[in-house]
Every structure is written in structure tokens, then in C-alpha cells.
């Protein structure tokens, strides 16, 4: 499906070569952030600045206009007054230009008459030169396997998520997520306006692209709302499709009217349309990147019965009664341990101060010794009533009592538990005052395709969301 | 109100002289953890670590028993196993010790009937003997003023939000929260199983004790709910009074149960009597945090007319259009500006790019200039229309384009606008990928009396609930 709109965009996110227009040797202007992005960032092909004073910028000639430069342009990303676009559509034509980014900003999003009656310009300039359009007012491009960065210039690893995203502050925003929390990228894409390429062309590409696994987006609006659902239907029968509607209140809606020009339907509207399609509806940044990691390190949902783990340090309880509720609020079930496993935590831990039901209170393994711990939580860990483990480890609580010698020891066996049977293995980490060891260990859970959460609310809501999904899948 | 329970109480808050009974000079036992946690703390008092096979600890004597004390002891630390505590209680008794705090747990949240058996026979020696019992199953007193902390030995500033907590867990990361985020605490308690002193009592003390201005609770269960709510409802007439209830759910009960032998009330009903009693209802660790933050912050709620400025770079749209769905979402109003602010706005901002309504994107600032961008603010801030200015400031876009300097000059800026008006100013920022710049930052403003999340729902959330609870207090 789709295969076509894989080689169409091809030259948007694999070019082999790029001009950047707006570039300047002796202003700091986005232009020119752009080249030092491109080149830092290690970006492949040709890049080909281009700037009406010329000049050199980061080692490479700055070309004064774009028919000057040499070689063969797939991709230009422009930086330039708005009075200037249209000229430079024809130059974009007459260098037999693929796609043209507009992070050129001042059209519909700005003033609808005038805004808009240049846009209907612009794309019939386009249309007339075969170059495709992506924005105006928009950062355009992300793609690690090619080197491609956002404006600001960071790369992550590649990986097999998608993303679209209206917005370029939210694009922004998940690029560097996805560092922080290893959310690994196959590429991204940020279409402001949408005046020619838009929602619908960008997903069927990541619909198609074999890099893609999952797909997440963020949408404000769009011109074509028949066009949109149709495609993400057809979209999320291949790959799941997360989406997150911005300007859903009036505050929402207002600003969005003024942010890409979109024109908000109303919230039920919206909401109806991504359940009929078959989309996972999510409402926040937290909550996108939250369900894309787990879609990214879980193969699919083995079910919601949850066995939670509290209190790997004395005082627990609080944590795991909090946890239960936390877990059952968000839609997970947590059922009674089987009698074997409770017996074989009675016989590890004892009874007094450990709650032996679930969730499941292991405080006295700090008097027991740390083999006692391994072997309760794999027990738990193997009990057939339950489908996934979630393990609250408080740093606070844990550092002083544990070192972060004996923290890491137990990590390690959590990463070695979970390399060695199927089951997920949840860990969340609440932030607290030990923050630089908390990264650090949040990082190598993360490479062990161990989720890391900050709380059990949004364990359980993501957990909740991926279990949705394979339900529905399972049920076609 | 309650004066004779400010009386009664102040030797627990401010004994003169405390015991540890389980201390050793060679074993790391939570008794001897709890003699150098005193030490270090700086506690002025005197300590006496009191433990059978005697010795030196943290360059004090141990006695082999209470009785064999030298001077008075107020307060007693006990954390030796259950089937000494009733000898102990002889000692106390003989002694005259005020009040005694068990660590010690294995009572009725271990098995009913034993554990409650034990737990009636401490309560008739207590009673005879005259000593009050905190717990057992808990960690006690936390009282920076008097240099008292809980077992782990960190102590925050001494401040004017009051805590109890039936959990050690949750009254432990209660105190470590408040460090990182400047909730400073007069005092807290951790109160366990409750069989003498409950949550009544000290709900009591800290109402009528005039360090404390703002009280918080975790509650898991009560033996006498009746006094629970004739207490919540006089403590909430004198000071605001925020409750989080765990074991609201199936799986939260069960453990509550397990955890401090709290027979849970249906959800419904406690929500009900929090309702009546005047209380301000929380749902987690986050949510009582963020409370008791606003509270301790901004002296009364002061509408809930929102002005959001998002975009402080550019590409911060999409930000701005996600932060009005958040407030609406949470309660709060997101309003026009006024016609001569939206006039000023446009005169500084120009209008490409911009989002001159509310929220304010003011991303073309960074073209603009500083000046620019203060006078924006600064405009914004005075509007009649607005109560409360909420500030987005997302350092993985803010950092590339201002720098660390440019960061520090801005909210600089944010700082001195707070201190020369009255209007609650707020501060959102979001984890990223610099966490020890945003860390930084988040001191530098919680210092200045602008409160800091890192989520705009969660700010939201905040406001409304200082403010439900402000109208409330008006309508008397």
C-alpha cells in the first residue's frame, strides 16, 4: 500500500543533495543555522548554500542565487522574506528542484485574505514546476539514517518510529525526547501549513516505509478532513497510528487558527473520526511519547494483569498502596498472586512489614539479602496470572540504602530477567533529589528494552494503550 | 483551637533528649542508621543510643538498657523486634519518657489477630505508664526546625507546610520532594498503624501550631472515621488542608490493608467526607506536591484568568496551542487580551510568526531583541483581563538559540517582574535533554516565589485548587 508515495518523497527525506537559501557568512540567521546543522550533523550529500551577498560559511561557497550553483538539487530548505518565495519557485523549477521546505513563515497563520491568496500563488507555481511543497512556516525534515537534523541541529540514534507533526516546537520536542528517552527515530517530519504535501501524504509515506514500525503524529487541523480520515484508516490497518489532536478547548482552537492557519472542528468530531480510523487518540506530549516508547520496545500487548513491585527499600508501603491505585485507576488489573508464589515469598521474605499480596511490598529483602530479592522477583515474574511486571524503584529511598554499587547489581538483574523470558518488565523511576543517578540508570534500563517511566499513572495508561491495540488487531 | 494539643505533642516535636533502642556499635541496623542520622543532622538534644551488647557509636555510649540512661528522655526511637516492645514499654513507663515511637512492625498489618492482640496490650501499658505511642510500622518525626529527620538523615529547610502521613515511603519522599522542589516543611509525621496517636491528633497540632500555615495529609484508613471527620473539618476552617487517600482501588485497599492494617471506607464515602469536611482532595504523590507548592508560594488564590506565553523560541506554536487545551482542561480560563495589550504586542512582536492572542507566542523575540521581549512580558502581566501569568519555557529549544546567558538574563527578568507585582507568576518547564541546566533554573525561580511544574496540566491543576479553595473561604 502506498508504495507509490515511497518513491514520490523519496528525495524529501534520502536527498542527495541540499541548498539552503537565506544562508549568510556574516549573520546569525536561521539560514545559516541550517548549513552548520547539516554539516555538523555529518549530512552525506552536496550542501549548497545560497545567499544574495555570498560569501563562505562553514568551509563551503555561498552561492548568491540558486541557479548559480553547480551541481544537482533534490531538496531546498528556504529561509527567506515571504515577498521573495515566488521568484524563488521559479528558480526551484528551472533547477529541476524535487521539494521545497518553507520555514519562510507570514502566510494564512498570519492574515487569511492576503496569506492565503499567496499560498494559492505559490502552490500554483509549484504545481506548474513539478517541485513539491512542504510548509510554509514549517521545520520540515528529521531522518538520522541520513543525517538529516531540525533546525537546532541534535541527531538521535535511527530507529523504527515516525512521526508527523503540524507544529515544529512539538517536532522539536520529540526529536529531543526520543534522545533523552531513547525513542529512536526512522524519520520525522514538521508541515506547518500544509499547503501542498500534508498529514495525508506523510503518513501514507510512513504507511509504506519499510524503516517505519510505528507512527506517531500531532495535528492541529486540516484542509482536507475527508482525505485525512480516509488515509489514516487505511494507515493504521498496517502500522499502530498514535495521535495527538492540539487545539482541542477554544484556547487550543484559537491558537492553533493562529499557528498554521488550521480551523479546528470541534473536540467530539475529532475524536469520533481517530476512533473510527483506528488510531490511538493520546492527549499530551507525555502521553504521545509515553505510548510510542512502548510501542517501540514491547513487541505487542500480552495482556493488562499487572503484578506491581514496591518497596525495594524499607517504608514501601505507602508506595505500593499508591501504586495499586495508580495501576487500577489507568485500566490495568492486579490480581491475586498465585498461592505457589505467595508461599515462595513468605519463605524469602517472611512475613513481617512484606506485603506478600499484590502489589507486592519487598522492603524486607534489605535484611534478607539481595539473592532473596532476585528470587522473589523472578518468582513473581513467572506466575501465570500475571502478564507484566512493573517495578517502582525510588532513588530517594533506594541510594542510602543500597549504594549505587548494590542499585546497580540489582538493575543488572532486572536486565538479565527480562533478556531471559518474554514477559515485559516495567521500571519507574520517580523524579527526586538524586536526579544525575537517575538518568543514568533510566538510560541503561532503556538500552535493555526495559520502559522507564517517572510515574505509574503513566506506566499504566501506555501499558493500557499497547494492550488496546493488540486487542483490536487480535479481534479483525 | 486545639492549644492543649500543642502542648501535649511538643515533646515529640521538640524533645529535649531522645533514645534509640536498637542501636549497635557493629551491625548496620535501622536503629544505629538512626542515631548517626540524628548526629549529623546536628540534632541540639541530647541522643542516647540504648542497645543490649553496649559499645560506642558516632562517639557515644551505648546503654544496655533504657533504664540505665543517665539523664531524661523525652522521646524514644524504638527499632528492636516485636517481642520486646511490652518490656520496653516498662522502661518508658519507669523512665518517664513522653512519648515513644516504634519503628518496629509485624503488628495487625501482618496477621489481625495476634498483631492486634499485641498491639492492645502496648496500648493498656502506655495508658498506665503515661507515654504516648507513635506507630508502630512507622518512621516517626521530621522536624528541620529542631533538626529531627526521618531515618534517612536528610533535612530541608525549615518552612510552613505541615505533613502526615500514615506511610513511611510516602512521608519519606514527602520530606526528599520538598527538598528538591523548596516545599519547606515546620514539621511531618509518619504515624504507622496508628494505635495511640492518629492522624486526629496530629491533624490537631498542626492546626493550632503557628509555624505551620498549610497542612498535607496521606491517609490510608482510620479506626475511628467519625473523630477523623469532626478533625478534618475544624482543621480545615483554620488553615487549607490537602488530602491524598490511598487505597481508593480494589488492588490499593488490599495493600493498604497489608501495609498499616487500614480497613478502607468505599471510595465514594471518603470522597464524600472530604467533600464535607472541607478538605481539598489529591490523587497522588504529584498532585499533593504541586498543592502544597502553590500554597506555601502564592499567598491566595487570585483568579483563574490565565495568560499563557509560550514560544519564547521559535517554532513554540504548537506549545502554545497544546499549553490552552492543558489549562482549559484543568479549570482554568485562558481569555482575550485586552484590545491596547494585543495593540502593544503587535508593535513589539510584529505580527509574522506570532500569536497575538492568548496564549502569546512570542517567538519573534528572539529577532527582536530582550527589551523586547520584557516589554511583551512585562505588558501581558498588567492586563485587567488576566489573574495569573503562566510562562512555558522549554530549555531544548531555548538553550541553542538564547545560551545558558541569555536563559539567565530572561529569567532574570521573570524574577524582577514578580517582585514588583502582586500577580502569581508560573513557570513551566518540562524535562528534556539538559536536566542540570533546567534543575539550575527551577531553584533559581522557586527561590523567588515563582512556582515551577514540570507540565502545564499540572500547573493548572495547581491554580484551580488554590483557588477553589480561596472562593470557598470567601463564601463564608
Redesign the interface.
Known sequence: MFEEKLKELEPIFYPKSIAVVGSSAHSIK?GSIWVWSLVSAGFPGHIYPVGSRGGRIADLEIFPNLRMVPGEVDYVIVAIP?QSVLELLDDCAAKNVKAVQFFT??FS???AQEGRRLEKQMLEKARQGNVRIIGP?C?GVYCPEHKIPF????LGESGSVGFV?????????LA??G??RRINYSKGV?FGNGIDLDASDFLEYLAADPKTRVIGA?L?GTRDGARLLRTMKAVAQVKPLVV?K???????????L???GSLASSPAIWSAALKQAGAIQV????ELTDTLLVFQQLNSGQGTRAA?I??LA????????????????NGLK?PRLSLETRRELSRLLG???S?????V?VSQAQFRGLPALFQAVDSVTSDTAIDVVLIQE?M??LL?IYTWKGLEEINEFFIELRSRQDKPIIVVL????A??ER?QLEQKLLAASIPVF??M?RAAKAICRLNQYACRQGAK
Chains 1, 2 share one sequence.
Open positions: 536561521a515571504r513563515a507570514g497563520e498570519m492574515d512556516n521545520i533546525l537546532m541541529g541534535t507533526s503540524q507544529s515544529g516546537g512539538i517536532a522539536t520536542k529531543t525526547t534522545i533523552a514538521s500531532y492541529e495527538w492540539g487545539g482541542r478547548t477554544e484556547a487550543g482552537a484559537q491558537a492553533a493562529s499557528h498554521t492527549n499530551s506530549l507525555e506491581i514496591g518497596g524499607d517504608g514501601g508501603g505507602g508506595i505500593s498502596v499508591s501504586a495499586g491505585d495508580a495501576c487500577m485507576d492486579v512475613e513481617v512489614g506485603i506478600l499480596h499484590n502489589p511490598d525510588d530517594d529511598i542510602p520517580p523524579p527526586g533529589s536526579e544525575p538518568l517517572c510515574s499513572e
